[in-house]
């Protein structure tokens, strides 16, 4: 009998779109399902950068309080926005608060700016606000400018690619860098309806022009609406030898005049050479207890220029730093060497030798006798090293 191959191979196509049909029916359940399971466990993430997303002043000096009101207040507002302003979310929702900050630079800024009396202020500011919900936090991203925004560009990839984010409020309205972070998704309809960018202080140029094309938001009851201005500091004396800038009618010149003003490449000690003959050549001295900071507040240490030949006879000494330098070594058991506290070009040559351990706080060191390094190549990579004012 003849085998009919053609019928067979009717069959078996009849019997594949039949199993396809089964596989396209099942896929299209489990998108079905995956959709309604995102709805009901969606989530808001507002990505916040504290350090130019400045949170109002009598919040701040309220301490604990205001920042458990900062916090309840924030999460209230978001609701209440998303509620107004996006009808597409109609499922509840989580809402996980992400503030970054450098809360060290920040309560070197809030300090400056007369809005706290010490940084014991800010960081009660903190606990309440982290206290003051669950899922609502302000984290501290590091020392540093840049430390902040690489964590919140990174947070942002992973959040807008979540299919349970959905929507994602962020602020850092005065922060031109992030331009480039948020303009690549603005050509996408679907990503960019579920972004909201929150305006503080107002969008910087390119970020304005990104704000066009997407949502805004501003809650003036949570943010300044202007960045932190630190006011003149001419009360505080420049190191001894050191000449103050003057403007042409001979008074000083503010802190803001000598910000925005470009400052000398390098600053003249008036200090007598030695007076021993037979001593090494004249070196300047670099003064103590005096902190040099650049317009963003970072430590700037002067140069230490000491005398070759001494430094070189002091290294191979195990000399103790804390007495020689700060003359109060508190160690029972230390094993480096006391004896005569070092003067002149000797204390000089092992300040420079100290200097050569770096600070574990780098920039935002504010001890002002610190005789660790503060300049090292990983820390002053594009820091400006003008220094407008001392402290």
């Not at 504290?50 to 920042?67: I, P, Y």
């Amino acid at each position: 009998m003849a085998v009919n191959f053609r019928a067979r191979y009717v069959q078996l196509q009849e019997s594949e779109a039949a199993k396809n049909g089964l596989l396209e029916n099942m896929l299209d359940e489990i998108d079905r399902l995956n959709v309604h399971l995102a709805d009901i466990n969606g989530q808001l993430e507002p990505l916040i950068d504290g350090d130019c997303m400045n949170f109002r002043d009598d919040l701040v000096q309220a301490a604990e309080a205001g920042g458990q009101e900062a916090a309840q207040l924030l999460r209230s507002s978001i609701i209440d926005h998303v509620h107004d302003q996006i009808p597409d979310i109609q499922h509840e929702f989580d809402v996980l608060v992400y503030v970054y900050a450098n809360l060290r630079g920040l309560a070197k800024a809030y300090g400056d700016a007369k809005i706290i009396q010490q940084r014991e202020d800010l960081d009660r500011f903190v606990r309440g606000f982290n206290m003051g919900h669950g899922l609502v936090n302000i984290i501290d991203a590091g020392n540093g400018k840049e430390c902040s925004d690489a964590k919140i560009r990174e947070l942002f990839r992973i959040q807008i690619g979540d299919v349970h984010c959905k929507h994602l409020i962020f602020g850092g309205s005065s922060d031109n860098g992030y331009a480039r972070l948020l303009g690549p998704y603005c050509g996408n309809d679907n990503v960019r309806e579920r972004i909201t960018m929150l305006e503080g202080p107002r969008f910087a140029p390119e970020l304005a022009m990104i704000a066009s094309k997407v949502k805004t938001a501003s809650f003036p009851k949570l943010f300044r609406d202007t960045k932190i201005e630190a006011r003149p500091t001419s009360n505080i004396p420049p190191p001894p030898g050191l000449t103050p800038a003057r403007n042409s009618n001979g008074t000083s010149k503010s802190y803001a005049s000598r910000a925005a003003a470009p400052a000398p490449a390098h600053v003249t000690l008036d200090i007598p050479p030695p007076s021993n003959p037979k001593s090494a050549p004249p070196t300047q001295l670099c003064p103590e207890g005096i902190i040099g900071r650049n317009s963003e507040g970072q430590r700037v240490d002067l140069p230490i220029k000491p005398s070759a030949a001494i430094a070189t006879a002091l290294k191979p000494k195990k000399l103790c730093n804390n007495h020689h330098l700060r003359g109060d070594c508190r160690n029972p058991n230390c094993q480096y060497e006391h004896g005569v506290p070092l003067e002149g070009q000797e204390r000089e040559a092992l300040r420079f030798l100290a200097r050569q351990v770096p600070c574990q706080d780098e920039l935002y060191c504010e001890d002002p006798y610190c005789y660790y390094g503060h300049r090292f190549p990983s820390s002053m990579h594009e820091v400006d090293e003008t220094i407008v004012e001392y402290s």
